[in-house]
């Protein structure tokens, strides 16, 4: 069975809608809950901002693409939020953010990661994974780790959005 373009465009544009939702509400939440706590800054504070943003992470040996992209208005001394964006199966990082469209949404300065899969960038398992293995929870990690290196970073505001198997 296969979907109609449109049909695949409208599936995917309510999808994003939901997902801006989603993270507009758990945002609304986090800052009306959290807001008498202070930032968790990371280590890259104040420190100036990469020449060239983060374009790739090494984990289990294997590098990774990332498509990482600071805000204009990317202040080191003002820790920022940070949201890693996973694509699906069969889409690539490009694709994702294309379509999740999440910067143009951003009420505040944000930095976005968007990570790529294995293989060809599109799946996130490779031969020979065993179920459960826990190897993109250690890409998570990875990319955090990598980008509250190089930006400031809120640690107390990254969220993670997905699509389908992302």
């Known amino acids: 069975m296969s979907f109609p373009r449109d049909a695949a465009k409208a599936t995917a544009a309510s999808l994003s809608l939901t997902i801006l939702y989603l993270l507009a509400i758990s945002t609304t939440f986090a800052q009306s809950s959290l807001a008498s706590l202070p930032a968790a800054a990371s ?3 104040h420190r100036p901002a990469p020449e060239r943003a983060p374009d ?3 984990v289990g040996g294997v590098l990774r693409d990332l498509i990482t992209v600071a805000p ?3 202040d ?4 920022h939020r940070l949201v890693v964006a996973f694509h699906g199966r069969t889409n690539s990082n490009a694709d994702v953010r294309r379509y999740f469209d999440l910067e143009r949404h951003a009420d505040e300065p944000t930095l976005f990661v968007y990570p790529s899969g294995r293989k060809d960038g599109t799946v996130w398992t490779a031969p020979g994974d065993k179920p459960g293995s826990l190897r993109d ?3 998570f990690d ?4 990598v980008l509250t290196d190089a930006y400031c970073v809120d640690r107390g505001a990254v969220f ?3 699509h389908s198997l992302g």
Do not use: E, I, R
């Open 137 to 139: 929870f250690a890409l």
């Open 56 to 58: 790739s992470v090494a």
């Open 160 to 162: 993670v959005v997905g």
């Open 72 to 74: 204009p208005s990317y």
């Open 76 to 79: 080191p001394g003002q820790p």
């Open 142 to 145: 990875a990319v955090v780790a």
């Open 43 to 45: 280590p890259g504070c």
